[in-house]
T-cell receptor, first 111, second 113 residues
């Protein structure tokens, strides 16, 4: 699976949009981009995933660049409860069961 | 419905002892996964079950680690002759067939003294 690069940490003001970037320049055509988050002392939680089109659900939006080499997770109105480590993961359809978690981005939402 | 549950939530053991960690997946989820998370690190994949067979055991760190699953239900991860480097949170996840939205349990925190 392709490797991803994320900033170690980010800060965001409560109520503002949080934009979390991820680089995956070696992504191949059949690989999806997944986002999970892990709130302190809890198991990871699935957020969203996409292949090449932008995706939106009740939690977030995922914007994937046209060349698919990078993506951005957008939390439109961040709350204090969104403080967590956010993981960007690239995984192929064939072996899509295996999620390789890096160190992710620690997002801190400040009041 | 109920989510993925794991037991015990915490386990403290002495070096050299065997431990068993249990995972109850979401009903109907045929796929089950075990991961390990050391302090301050990301998750390491250990093993994947599809039903009661394990097509991928590549993440098991040594032959002291083994796992089994009963049908499409409970799974047990066993660590024999525990070592201090086995100390970590062990996370279990399950998913529906051909769906990579994995639902994680709260984990078991293992401390080997």
């Amino acid at each position: 699976d392709a490797k991803t690069t994320q900033p170690t940490s980010m800060d965001c003001a409560e109520g503002r949009a949080a934009n979390l970037p991820c680089n995956h320049s070696t992504i191949s055509g059949n690989e999806y981009v997944y986002w999970y988050r892990q709130i302190h002392s809890q198991g990871p939680q699935y957020i969203i995933h996409g292949l090449k089109n932008n995706e939106t659900n009740e939690m977030a939006s995922l914007i994937i660049t046209e060349d698919r080499k990078s993506s951005t997770l957008i939390l439109p109105h961040a709350t204090l409860r969104d403080t967590a480590v956010y993981y960007c993961i690239v995984s192929s359809g064939g072996s899509n069961y295996k999620l390789t978690f890096g160190k992710g981005t620690l997002l801190t939402v400040n009041p | 419905g109920a989510g993925v549950s794991q037991s015990p939530s915490n386990k403290v053991t002495e070096k050299g002892k065997d431990v068993e960690l249990r995972c109850d997946p979401i009903s109907g989820h045929t796929a089950l996964y075990w991961y390990r998370q050391r302090l301050g690190q990301g998750l390491e994949f250990l093993i994947y079950f599809q039903g009661n067979s394990a097509p991928d055991k590549s993440g098991l760190p040594s032959d002291r680690f083994s796992a089994e699953r009963t049908g499409e239900s409970v799974s047990t991860l066993t660590i024999q002759r525990t070592q201090q480097e086995d100390s970590a949170v062990y996370l279990c996840a399950s998913s529906q067939p051909r769906n990579n939205e994995q639902f994680f349990g709260p984990g078991t925190r293992l401390t080997v003294l």
